[in-house]
């Protein structure tokens, strides 16, 4: 399978699921919205139904695992497609990512508690991952890109 | 790790791109490999060897 095939592949799976992620996490935050005030179909909690309220709100919390796993799944596929060189520097930028979202992730939790900012809600690990291994993919690619090639 | 895969290469009037072919590899490995800033795993290395029909010690130098 040639590279261009790999990404087509990789696109394929990954866009639905990203999108999957975001939708789930903004209709979690509207439907908690919603519960807690009166004027949703949601209004669960303040009917007193809280079992019907906290089955929903497991519910929510499932859908951006699956998203994720779609995600893991679609990475490690093209992980898997490409040249030993290729998976390499997927790894690297994999392992950046990972290092970016664990200092993030340290940093503002000593922050939130010696300075007692607001909490940082932990679904923000995921988006800081990607954007940590985008920009590090792109630094990769951009220096091997600075050795140029020779036909 | 020294190797002359550039030579051989040169020698065929083959691309980078054909010899990524070839071994169906990225022209950025063939490039990386040349270049000397990866060195290739032995299954990969074997194929190499194979396709220019020498031994592996005699297309990669070891520097230590």
Same mark, same amino acid.
């Given at each position: 399978? !040639?590279?261009?095939?790999?990404?087509?592949?990789?696109?394929?799976?990954?866009?639905?699921?990203?999108?999957?992620? %975001?939708?789930?996490?903004?209709?979690?935050? #509207?439907?908690?919205?919603?519960?807690? !005030?009166?004027?949703?179909?949601?209004?669960?909690?303040?009917?007193? &139904?809280?079992?019907?309220?906290?089955?929903?709100?497991?519910?929510? +919390?499932?859908?951006? %695992?699956?998203?994720?796993?779609?995600?893991? #799944?679609?990475? #490690?596929?093209?992980? !898997?497609? *490409?040249?030993?060189?290729?998976?390499?520097?997927?790894?690297?930028?994999? @392992?950046?990512?990972?290092?970016?979202?664990?200092?993030?992730? !340290?940093?503002?939790?000593?922050?939130?508690?010696?300075?007692? *900012?607001?909490?940082?809600?932990?679904? #923000?690990?995921?988006?800081?991952?990607?954007?940590?291994?985008?920009?590090?993919?792109?630094?990769?690619?951009?220096?091997?890109?600075?050795?140029?090639?020779?036909? | 790790?020294?190797?002359?895969?550039?030579?051989?290469?040169?020698?065929?009037?083959?691309?980078?791109?054909?010899?990524?072919?070839?071994?169906?590899?990225?022209?950025?490995?063939? &490039?990386? %490999?040349?270049?000397?800033?990866?060195?290739?795993? @032995?299954?990969?290395?074997?194929?190499? +060897?194979?396709?220019?029909?020498?031994?592996?010690?005699?297309?990669?130098?070891?520097?230590?």
């Amino acid at each position: 399978m !040639t590279e261009k095939q790999a990404i087509h592949r990789y696109y394929k799976m990954a866009l639905p699921a990203m999108g999957l992620y %975001i939708i789930s996490i903004a209709t979690a935050v #509207w439907a908690r919205d919603g519960m807690i !005030t009166s004027q949703s179909v949601f209004n669960f909690w303040s009917q007193g &139904n809280m079992g019907l309220a906290k089955a929903v709100y497991y519910a929510l +919390a499932v859908i951006p %695992i699956i998203a994720i796993g779609g995600m893991a #799944w679609a990475h #490690w596929r093209f992980i !898997t497609e *490409l040249d030993e060189y290729m998976r390499m520097i997927q790894i690297k930028a994999l @392992l950046i990512g990972l290092l970016c979202m664990l200092a993030m992730a !340290t940093g503002w939790g000593m922050v939130e508690m010696l300075l007692r *900012l607001p909490a940082l809600p932990i679904f #923000w690990l995921v988006p800081i991952f990607w954007l940590g291994f985008s920009i590090s993919l792109g630094f990769i690619r951009a220096k091997e890109k600075g050795f140029g090639h020779e036909e | 790790m020294k190797n002359k895969l550039k030579m051989l290469r040169a020698e065929r009037g083959w691309s980078q791109a054909v010899l990524g072919e070839k071994l169906e590899v990225s022209r950025q490995s063939i &490039n990386a %490999i040349e270049s000397g800033r990866y060195d290739p795993s @032995l299954p990969l290395a074997f194929k190499i +060897a194979r396709l220019f029909e020498q031994a592996i010690e005699d297309i990669f130098k070891d520097e230590s």
